[in-house]
């Protein structure tokens, strides 16, 4: 379980995209943090994140695999998808503009606070400059 307050970590897209992608060095870190999850590990996504995932097998020509990658990772019985609010994406611009972040990476740090997730499973460096954020990739 995760360190917070809700025992509950965020999932990044890169986790997922390390693990379809069997990457040489990353994917058995990947496929270990997504074990976790197959064992009982509550972890909070995003529609966001989805929709990154889609849009890398789009970019790399297997824009016919979305579907079946996404239907798996919502297999997961203890993932939970959020979606963005306006309130979400006001503050992220916010924390993109203090941070010197993408509007993406404001929006998945925005979720995470208003849910009090302080720790990402997540590569992203970004996130990790964020005040009460931190990134795991382990």
Do not use: C
Request: charged share 30%; hydrophobic share 40%.
């Amino acid at each position: 379980m995760g360190d917070d307050e809700h025992g509950i970590r965020f999932l990044d897209s890169d986790v997922l995209i390390d693990t379809i992608t069997a990457h040489a060095e990353r994917g058995p870190t990947a496929a270990r943090i997504l074990t976790r999850l197959e064992q009982g590990e509550r972890v909070l996504t995003s529609t966001l994140v989805l929709l990154e995932v889609g849009w890398f097998l789009e970019a790399v020509g297997k824009g016919s695999e979305v579907k079946r990658v996404l239907e798996a990772i919502l297999s997961f019985r203890n993932l939970e998808v959020v979606e963005s609010t306006s309130k979400d994406l006001v503050r992220a611009s916010e924390l993109a503009r203090s941070y010197e972040l993408s509007l993406s990476q404001g929006v998945k740090a925005a979720l995470m606070l208003s849910r009090g997730v302080n720790e990402a499973y997540s590569r992203d460096r970004g996130l990790g400059r964020v005040d009460l954020i931190s990134t795991k990739f382990s």
